[in-house]
């Protein structure tokens, strides 16, 4: 069954550095997404990437993040200058662009350490 | 924004007993409801949808409901079984698709066997 990867499983980084994150999304889907999940918190929408552009992103995207699909099979999140409430799990997801077709595949999340 | 209020937080029922989630949304414009369920150590995953158009949508053991008025939705697991046992995600988005997902706190539901 195909399935969204996400890699590294955890990550940790000194403040002020640095992280790309890297997904792999399923072949044939065309909207990307990227989600977190700060330890004992909601599951949060980052932002959405559709043809090669961002569709959608949240107030939590600020310029220290930024998205990038820089081949045909890889799609990247970079945080630039980590700081310590960046520390969380980051869920990268992949659907397909049919009308009406909804379902999201998330991959297994990367868990991003700041210290 | 969209805010989604989940409870309970956590929830145990015996092998056999059925489980019900509830959810509220705020906003009114809302019309795509999944829900997902995580295990240890992987992402959310899909169990079932509904859309603003539909009441109650039904897969063998698993039904959720709908209830615009209310602005609320309930995920119901008949016949639970210890694989059940996950933590469950309500979310909810204005798009009609898994677009933009606000999502509730989560259950942690265990079936004891």
């Known amino acids: 069954e195909p399935e969204v990867t996400q890699t590294p499983s955890h990550q940790v980084t000194q403040m002020g550095q640095e992280v790309i994150l890297r997904c792999v999304p399923i072949?044939?889907?065309?909207?990307f997404y990227w989600y977190r999940q700060i330890l004992g918190q909601k599951v949060e929408f980052l932002v959405s990437f559709y043809n090669n552009e961002i569709s959608e992103k949240s107030e939590i995207f600020d310029d220290q993040f930024s998205v990038e699909r820089p081949d045909g099979s890889n799609f990247t999140l970079k945080i630039r200058s980590t700081k310590l409430e960046d520390s969380a799990m980051y869920f990268c997801a992949s659907s397909e662009a049919l009308p009406g077709n909804t379902e999201a595949f998330f991959g297994q999340g990367t868990r991003l350490t700041v210290v | 924004g969209e805010n989604v209020e989940q409870h309970p937080s956590t929830l145990s029922v015996q092998e056999g007993d059925s489980a019900v989630i509830k959810c509220t949304y705020s906003?009114?414009?809302?019309?795509?409801f999944p829900w997902y369920k995580q295990e240890l150590g992987k992402g959310p995953q899909l169990i079932i949808d509904i859309r603003s158009n539909v009441g109650e949508k039904k897969d063998q053991r698993i039904a959720v409901t709908l209830n615009k008025t209310a602005k609320h939705f309930s995920l119901h697991i008949t016949e639970t079984q210890p694989e059940d046992s996950a933590v469950y995600f309500c979310?909810?988005?204005?798009?009609?698709?898994?677009?933009?997902?606000?999502f509730g706190s989560g259950t942690q539901l265990t079936v004891l066997p």
């Open positions: 072949s044939n889907h065309l909207y």
């Open positions: 906003d009114s414009a809302s019309n795509y």
């Open positions: 979310a909810a988005s204005i798009s009609g698709s898994a677009r933009q997902l606000t």
